[in-house]
Nanobody, 124 residues
């Protein structure tokens, strides 16, 4: 089994920054992709960013230039650095693990394991 634990969420003013972390443990294997998704109240879960086992990244258009995904393989941890935050970034943020490392998918259906989520609230 694989466990994912997110941290780093909180309340921030518009224009501020936050860094989310997601620590993976258990039988992760050595080649996996990671993704960040978010879900705002009353909306469907949406893709934010992904990073393949190779380090190649993908982003949703709405976050390009403001959010950066990275990973530390030695720590089995993935990060989401968020700058220039906007009220519309308010959501519960989830990290997810895809056992197919080359995929870097934007589809939540491709991810086998999910964290519990961390709340990010951006005030105007």
């Amino acid at each position: 089994q694989v466990q994912l634990v997110e941290s780093g969420g909180g309340l921030v003013q518009a224009g501020g920054s936050l860094r989310l972390s997601c620590a993976a443990s258990g039988r992760t294997g050595s080649m996996y992709a990671m993704g960040w998704f978010r879900q705002a109240p009353g909306k469907e879960r949406e893709f934010v960013a992904s990073i393949r086992s190779s380090g190649v990244t993908e982003y949703a258009d709405s976050v390009k230039g403001r959010l950066t995904i990275s990973r530390d393989n030695a720590k089995n941890t993935v990060y989401l650095q968020m700058i220039s935050l906007k009220p519309e970034d308010t959501a519960v943020y989830y990290c997810a693990l895809d056992v197919i490392g080359w995929r870097g998918s934007a589809s939540s259906a491709d991810y086998s394991y999910w964290g519990q989520g961390t709340q990010v609230t951006v005030s105007s």
